[in-house]
């Protein structure tokens, strides 16, 4: 940073993050009754619980933690987004290939911007799930669609010159000055507003027969949010209210059944969004209204951070819940067997998630007596109580829901051609079409469980083995 940024990465951030959600709840009203009941499903889970409410993040951040999601249509639209969130201290983290997640067409790739270091993260964690349409995958697109969706991609413009040298100046000196800031906020916001431009209705319907995913990124003139999730501590509390008032929610929460242990990871619900008023222009050259439900309200309770041994646990978990889902107890929902499975096989405490290596934490003193000088076990300096826990929020997403979301998204199946070749992306590949290391999620908790054993050892001058 210096003298002439004094509007700093995290304000930029939590700036740029109320301005999305004014314009999202302006242009999704049930947006805004989905943000009401947030609160005050957080608020009452807080009178409830006490302080032990915010051992997952202060009340604070909670309230105002969201995500956004957002697709763009090319590498050159790519790399320029992650400029635009350069800026606002959001880099790419976690790779993400829903076209292989999911049975329906939903040709893209994605990886979510964010915040990566522990201050940041604390002070504002907002972060975009960002897709891209991968139009050269010929499981999907035909030759010819493929063509007409580079040149239709590439004649339009969704980040201008101005928006992008902004984002490079506020990326190059840790911020902005007062006006540099408002004119980028300003711009950032507008490039993910709705266009009301007409969409050319053969061309949008064409992609929409391969996947409605692709006519929402490939069929219209500008990208635009196409949803925005709040936080909330208690998701089947926020279910439940939201049922109440009439809304309609998708069959179930996504993720991890909820259950007596730890919550871990990511679990999500949504609701449609209603019919959405647009203009076509049709063959004929005439402009004529029509409806568009392609958004929808999220929402999303988050859970401590797995290691690789906790993820790929997770993974069979999951296998297992599908197996006795199809072998053994079809007439059982997915929660239901999931209850089962995960009381089978998960320990149902932090301190056994935390010494059987299966969940990320942080590691800190105790209210016991410090050990002298030597070589301990973190299950000796745990259990004497001269060393204390404190979990680790996981900030990413789940393939798994995340293709559940798409597909909840999907007006038909679409179309996919498996005898075809699909295009090899992979965390590289991707990294290499946004000019940025895609950071690797685990290895970041990994640094910060690292970093707390690294203290405790230096200030109780011992070794853990
Ligand atoms: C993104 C879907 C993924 C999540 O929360 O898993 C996502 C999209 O629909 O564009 O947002
Ligand atoms: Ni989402």
């Known amino acids: 940073a210096n003298a002439v940024a004094t509007v700093s990465l995290a304000q930029l951030r939590a700036e740029f993050a109320i301005r999305l959600a004014k314009l999202y709840g302006a242009e999704v009203p049930a947006y805004n009754t989905l943000v009401d009941v947030s609160k005050d499903v957080n608020e009452d889970f807080i009178s409830r619980h006490g302080a032990d409410a915010e051992r997952l993040g202060s009340i604070d951040r909670v309230t105002a933690e969201r995500h956004g999601a957002i697709r763009v249509g090319s590498a050159t639209e790519l790399s320029q987004v992650a400029r635009v969130f350069g800026g606002f201290g959001m880099y790419p983290v976690g790779f993400y290939d829903l076209r292989d997640a999911s049975k329906s067409s939903v040709p893209v790739v994605s990886t979510a911007f964010r915040p990566t270091d522990r201050d940041e993260l604390a002070k504002n964690p907002f972060r975009v799930f960002t897709s891209m349409l991968a139009h050269d995958d010929r499981r999907f697109f035909d030759a010819e669609t493929e063509k007409r969706l580079e040149e239709f991609v590439g004649a339009r413009e969704l980040f201008g010159e101005e928006l992008l040298a902004l984002a490079d100046k506020s990326a190059a000196q840790g911020g902005l000055s007062e006006s540099d800031a408002e004119r980028y906020l300003d711009l950032a916001t507008?490039?993910?507003?709705?266009?009301?431009?007409?969409?050319?209705?053969?061309?949008?319907?064409?992609?929409?027969?391969?996947?409605?995913?692709?006519?929402?990124?490939?069929?219209?003139?500008?990208?635009?949010?196409?949803?925005?999730?709040?936080?909330?501590?208690?998701?089947?509390?926020?279910?439940?209210?939201?049922?109440?008032?009439?809304?309609?929610?998708?069959?179930?929460?996504?993720?991890?059944?909820?259950?007596?242990?730890?919550?871990?990871?990511?679990?999500?619900?949504?609701?449609?969004?209603?019919?959405?008023?647009?203009?076509?222009?049709?063959?004929?050259?005439?402009?004529?209204?029509?409806?568009?439900?392609?958004?929808?309200?999220?929402?999303e309770q988050r859970g401590i951070a797995l290691t690789t041994k906790g993820r790929d646990l997770y993974d069979r978990l999951v296998a297992e819940v599908d197996r006795r889902r199809r072998e053994e107890q079809p007439e059982w929902t997915r929660v239901e067997v999931a209850l089962d499975v995960w009381r089978e096989?998960?320990?149902?405490?932090?301190?056994?998630?935390?010494?059987?290596?299966?969940?990320?934490?942080?590691?800190?003193?105790?209210?016991?007596?410090?050990?002298?000088?030597?070589?301990?076990?973190?299950?000796?300096?745990?259990?004497?109580?001269?060393?204390?826990?404190?979990?680790?929020?996981?900030?990413?997403?789940?393939?798994?829901?995340?293709?559940?979301?798409?597909?909840?998204?999907?007006?038909?199946?679409?179309?996919?051609?498996?005898?075809?070749?699909g295009t090899p992306y992979d965390i590289e590949r991707l990294s290499e079409v946004i000019g940025v290391q895609i950071a690797d999620p685990t290895a970041l908790y990994a640094a910060q469980r690292q970093a707390s054993i690294d203290e405790l050892e230096q200030a109780l001058n011992i070794r853990i083995i």
């Open 190 to 299: 507008a490039s993910f507003e709705l266009s009301e431009e007409p969409i050319d209705h053969d061309w949008y319907y064409h992609l929409e027969a391969i996947s409605s995913v692709a006519s929402d990124i490939g069929g219209v003139p500008a990208t635009h949010i196409n949803h925005l999730t709040p936080r909330v501590l208690d998701i089947d509390d926020l279910y439940r209210r939201m049922s109440e008032r009439g809304i309609e929610m998708i069959d179930e929460i996504q993720g991890p059944p909820d259950w007596e242990g730890p919550d871990v990871l990511l679990r999500q619900t949504s609701f449609r969004a209603l019919d959405e008023k647009r203009l076509f222009r049709h063959a004929d050259g005439e402009v004529r209204e029509g409806q568009l439900r392609v958004r929808f309200g999220e929402v």
């Open 345 to 421: 096989s998960l320990p149902d405490n932090e301190t056994e998630l935390a010494l059987q290596d299966l969940g990320f934490f942080t590691f800190h003193r105790g209210d016991q007596a410090a050990p002298e000088a030597g070589e301990y076990t973190l299950r000796e300096l745990v259990e004497s109580g001269a060393v204390a826990i404190e979990p680790i929020v996981y900030e990413d997403f789940l393939p798994r829901s995340a293709a559940g979301i798409f597909q909840s998204n999907l007006t038909g199946e679409g179309s996919r051609d498996d005898e075809q070749l």
